[in-house]
């Protein structure tokens, strides 16, 4: 008896595991993170081409193509982007996108690339340009910007990109913001502003600096 339910059972898992997920029993999953890891385009394509799911998440819940923008593996980046099943706007847990990700990063080719296949550059809550702001390149802010960045988007929690600049990002990124428009004046739902931001960041020189814009 037990035996007929086992089989049974083995019968029910192949028939509901797509081919994708059958390859990935059989090692092709370790294998498809290890090709972006090591931005190794001949491995995934392999992969690819034999069927496996270009928008498989890892055991954190990271789909492959955050997992390359994670590692900065500039190859297969592309290779996922081009796949015509592929979501570029995929979330993990944490509610990130691919593009949040190459944004702290301040990768901008890959900010480009993937702006260029359709990725969300304004949605509700924590955006790009939020994570650009607390990263350390510039261009990168400015970039998103350019091509229609809300400047004082909202996150959850209600702080803004020039908040999280004055934090942890570059100066030139704080002074960018302000010469766009960022409203300095705006303030967090714990009542928290950019001055505030830059005190708990210990960025006196910041403080002194935002203080004399304010008066």
Excluded: C
Aim: hydrophobic letters at 45%; zero cysteines.
């Amino acid at each position: 008896m037990f035996k007929y339910f086992r089989t049974i059972f083995y019968g029910v898992v192949f028939i509901g595991f797509s081919g994708a997920s059958l390859l990935a029993f059989s090692g092709s999953f370790d294998d498809f993170f290890i090709a972006i890891r090591n931005d190794n385009v001949g491995k995934l394509n392999n992969l690819l081409q034999r069927g496996f799911d270009p928008n498989t998440r890892n055991e954190k819940g990271q789909p492959g193509l955050m997992v390359a923008m994670r590692e900065q593996s500039p190859k297969v980046a592309r290779v996922l982007v081009d796949q015509p099943t592929i979501d570029v706007n995929a979330l993990n847990l944490a509610g990130e996108s691919a593009l949040m990700i190459a944004a702290i990063k301040g990768d901008l080719a890959s900010v480009k690339l993937l702006l260029d296949r359709g990725a969300r550059l304004n949605q509700p809550g924590w955006t790009a340009l939020h994570y650009a702001a607390s990263g350390q390149e510039p261009k990168t802010v400015e970039w998103l910007l350019d091509r229609g960045a809300e400047i004082d988007a909202l996150s959850p929690n209600g702080s803004t990109p020039l908040m999280l600049a004055a934090q942890h990002g570059s100066e030139v990124s704080v002074d960018l913001l302000l010469a766009r428009g960022a409203n300095m004046a705006l303030r967090n739902t714990q009542n928290l502003g950019a001055i505030d931001f830059a005190r708990s960041g210990g960025r006196d020189y910041l403080v002194k600096k935002l203080e004399r814009m304010q008066r």
